[in-house]
């Protein structure tokens, strides 16, 4: 399998003149087609991991190769367009923009991927609507969804661009049981079409489902 | 990103926000504010200048010779005059205008005024007077000759109909006898045609001034008025510009004669009303630049985890404003679009209810474009220029800082 995303780095906070450190020499690497899941207690830094796997934070030390190439020297042009095409990111909160129906949100990352063209993205965005159950919920504004359907369309929105990396920080994190164990399969099958799936989670339910599981303890990953 | 897709998008995104209304009203207002009163500004600083270069006394000089003249013939005074820069005519003050009494009709009278060049209303319908004319005049387009009750309108007579008859007059004749005035038993009678019409209020005049020519005029007074001449040669000076009317007169007592203004205007209250609406502009332009910073602030701080998630799923900052910077045009341009109907539907309301009043016939409101112009620029102006230092601002964030700003 490929290794889409080997990183080295270390990452402090600085919070009214203390510096907060997270994790130093935290050493890792990821392939495609597998599962990965992220646990450990709160506080001890999944998140700040994830984002910054996710291009979200650009604020650390040491090195970081996304697809082989070394993310601190790219441009901020260069970097938007890895965030649409090779990363989809899911979050605990959805987020989905509540002024746009399930459909439009799916279309928005496509709008500035000059790979798909205009005339394919309803298509595509009723296709992955589709093969996640919302057919019939593709007009509906994002109050209009239950919390489960609203990730699931999230889930959609990160998959519009078809990355290979999908990145999730407690993606159940907000669902009851039978939704999370949606959620997972459907992560699941991502992984086993060749995606790198990695997912932060509190929920033990995540073993079940991932390859591989990393413990990340006092800044030290333990397999 | 395609300029189709941007516009798309964010036009569903400005129908679907609610909250867009306070910015579209505050734009609105403060569009509506600016143009109004630049409009009425200039609404009367158009009247006043119009009212100046209608009428020609604001920018005549009355001069009269010095007792060195006496013996001189008046010729030689108004030639001195007529040498000086910026005087366009000169003429016998005395042939200026009289009053005289109608024939078979005593008790009313027509003031007949010189109908030199400079003095002749500037529209006239029909034909106009040349100088060595005899026996034509021009007349208003509606005749009062009863002045004694100049608000009754009844008694207007129609311009047509004077066209038909004619003016005559009927003026006893006065001798100059040891300094005293005698009356004569006889009359200096004349019948003028009407060849033409002009509007007396656009004028400036009263409703019963007919013009005559000059070559009439002096005829008039040299027989019918010629007791009543002054002894000493006084003229009317007509300046080119009121601008110039300041020099002139200070040219003329250079000179060693007396001047003075035939008519003056009060230019505080034009002043007054520029300094209020001046005032009025430069608040409304403080309101919208500190309202729309704050709104525009306050929509984008709830909008600050799209934005984020707008940086994580790959837009760039440029994407990201053009975005919001769009939004923003469409508010603006409705706010124009809505200000430009509402204030022409006003002027329309405000013209057609002054329509019947007479005296203010001419000072409907003109509607220039160039009202508008300024109020546009700004509600387009100040929702760029904030939004762009916002932008400068977010550019500069990660995305995750964005997304968990709350
Ligand atoms: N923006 C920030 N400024 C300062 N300190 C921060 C910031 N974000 C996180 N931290 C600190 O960094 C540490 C790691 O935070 P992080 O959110 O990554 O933890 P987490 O493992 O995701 O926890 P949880 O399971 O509760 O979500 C925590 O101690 C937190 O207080
Ligand atoms: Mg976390």
Known sequence: MKEVINLNIEKSYILKHKIIPVFKDLKLSFESGKFYAIMGHSGCGKSTLINIMGLLDNEFKGEYFLNEKNVSKLSNKELANLRNKEIGFIFQEFLLDKYLKAYENVIFPMLVNKDILPKERKKRALELLNMLGLEDRVNHFPKELSGGEQQRVAIARALANNPNIILADEPTGDLDEENETKIFNILKELSKKGKCVIVVSHSNEVKKYADIVYKLQDGKIME | ?406
């Open chain 2, 1 to 406: 990103m395609s300029f189709k897709d941007i516009l798309y998008y964010s036009l569903l995104r400005v129908k679907r926000n609610k909250k867009n209304i306070f910015l579209f009203i505050i734009l609105l207002i403060g569009c509506l504010t600016i143009t109004g009163a630049l409009t009425y500004k200039n609404f009367i600083s158009q009247n006043v200048n119009d009212l100046i270069n209608k009428y020609l006394g604001y920018r005549t000089v009355i001069a009269i010779a010095s007792f060195e003249y006496e013996d001189k013939s008046d010729e030689e005074f108004y030639n001195e005059l007529k040498k000086l820069d910026h005087v366009l005519e000169v003429y016998n003050a005395d042939y200026n205008s009289i009053n005289v009494p109608l024939l078979n009709d005593e008790d009313n009278s027509v003031s007949l005024t010189n109908g030199s060049t400079y003095s002749l209303p500037k529209k006239i319908i029909g034909k106009t007077i040349k100088e060595d004319d005899t026996g034509v005049a021009i007349c208003p387009i509606k005749f009062k000759k009863n002045m004694e009750d100049y608000y009754n309108t009844d008694d207007f007579i129609d311009g047509q109909e004077l066209i038909k008859t004619g003016i005559s007059i009927n003026v006893p004749i006065y001798d100059k006898v040891n300094g005293k005035l005698i009356l004569t038993d006889k009359f200096y009678q004349k019948k003028y045609n009407v060849i033409g019409l002009y509007d007396p209020v656009t004028n400036g005049n009263l409703y019963n001034t007919c013009y005559i020519s000059p070559k009439d005029m002096k005829e008039l007074f040299d027989i019918a008025e010629s007791a009543n001449k002054s002894s000493l040669p006084i003229a009317h000076v007509i300046v080119d510009d009121l601008k110039n009317v300041d020099s002139v007169r200070e040219t003329i007592a250079d000179k060693g004669f007396e001047s003075f203004n035939k008519t003056t205007i009060n230019y505080d209250y034009v002043k007054e009303v520029n300094q209020i609406c001046n005032i009025i502009i430069i608040i409304s332009c403080i309101g919208i630049f500190v309202l729309t910073i704050l709104y525009i602030k306050k929509i984008n701080n709830d909008n600050l985890q799209n934005i984020g998630i707008q940086k994580a799923y790959g837009y760039s900052n440029g994407n990201i404003q053009n975005f919001s910077m769009c939004e923003l045009l469409i508010i603006s341009f409705i706010s124009i679009f809505i200000s430009f109907i509402l204030a022409e539907s006003c002027y329309l309301i405000i013209n057609i209810f002054f329509k019947d009043y007479i005296n203010l016939k001419e000072r409907i409101i003109t509607h220039s474009m160039l009202n508008y112009w300024f109020g546009f620029l700004i509600i387009l102006v100040v929702p760029i220029i904030t939004n762009s230092l916002l932008n400068l601002f977010y550019n500069k964030k990660n995305a995750i800082n964005l997304i968990r700003k709350k």
